[in-house]
């Protein structure tokens, strides 16, 4: 059973800039959720998507977007690049999106802002 | 306000011996608590969970304590295994929260040959 596959595993960009980045979660699980993971603040819940809706959020300005399409997969969008934003972007899926049910994580994608 | 702390930003262990990670957290809505595993520039590796109904966990080597009055959870790894050098994350949520985990800061544990 394939894990959590995101793309890409490492990207460079400048200030200024937008990227976006994809996550394909496990077959058949339905929730996706991001996390941002940097050395000064540790790892911190981006926003949750169940069934191509976004549930929660957390204390990310606007600029950080994301999306769900039917087939469960998502997207992340970070727009008007930072130096700051800079981090592990890492997407984790669950399988109903219910408290009780663990939540597997992928590899990540390296952002680097130049 | 950091609602989860990992208070031991490291521990040395010895191959063999128990390996003893502490997590400790101030929001009483938290009622399932979830271990990771982390390696660098990797993704964090789930190992166990514990709802709030109970006090222990077991999993093979791995097993959590929670202590529901002390909003303390631990988790001890029997025996220890060089392999098991890794990055640790305790993390929390709450019934209807969707999946939206908070993390601790984290414990490097090495495990000494």
């Known amino acids: 059973k394939a894990g959590v596959t995101q793309t890409p595993r490492y990207l460079i960009k400048t200030r200024g800039q937008q990227v976006t980045l994809s996550c394909s979660p496990i077959?058949?699980?339905?929730?996706v959720s991001w996390y941002q993971q940097t050395p000064g603040q540790g790892l911190q819940f981006l926003f949750e998507?169940?069934?191509?809706?976004?549930?929660n959020k957390g204390n990310f300005p606007g600029r950080f977007s994301g999306r769900q399409f039917s087939n469960s997969r998502s997207e992340m969008n970070v727009s008007t690049l930072e130096l700051g934003d800079s981090a592990l972007y890492l997407c984790a899926s669950s399988l109903s999106g219910g408290t009780n049910t663990e939540a597997f994580f992928g590899q990540g994608t390296r952002l680097t802002v130049v | 306000d950091q609602q989860v702390k990992q208070n031991s930003p490291s521990l040395s262990v010895q191959e063999g011996r128990i390996s003893i990670l502490n997590c400790d957290y101030t929001n009483s809505m938290f009622d399932y608590f979830l271990w990771y595993k982390k390696y660098p520039a990797e993704g964090p590796t789930f190992l166990i969970s514990i709802s709030s109904i109970k006090d222990k966990n077991e999993d093979g080597r791995f097993t959590v304590f929670l202590n529901k009055s002390a909003k303390h959870l631990s988790l001890h790894i029997v025996p220890s295994q060089p392999g098991d050098s890794a990055v640790y994350f305790c993390?929390?949520?709450?019934?209807?929260?969707?999946?939206?985990?908070?993390f601790g800061s984290g414990t490097q544990l090495t495990v000494l040959p």
């Open positions: 998507y169940f069934s191509e809706t976004q549930r």
């Open positions: 993390a929390a949520t709450r019934s209807g929260s969707a999946r939206q985990l908070t």
């Open positions: 077959s058949g699980h339905r929730s």
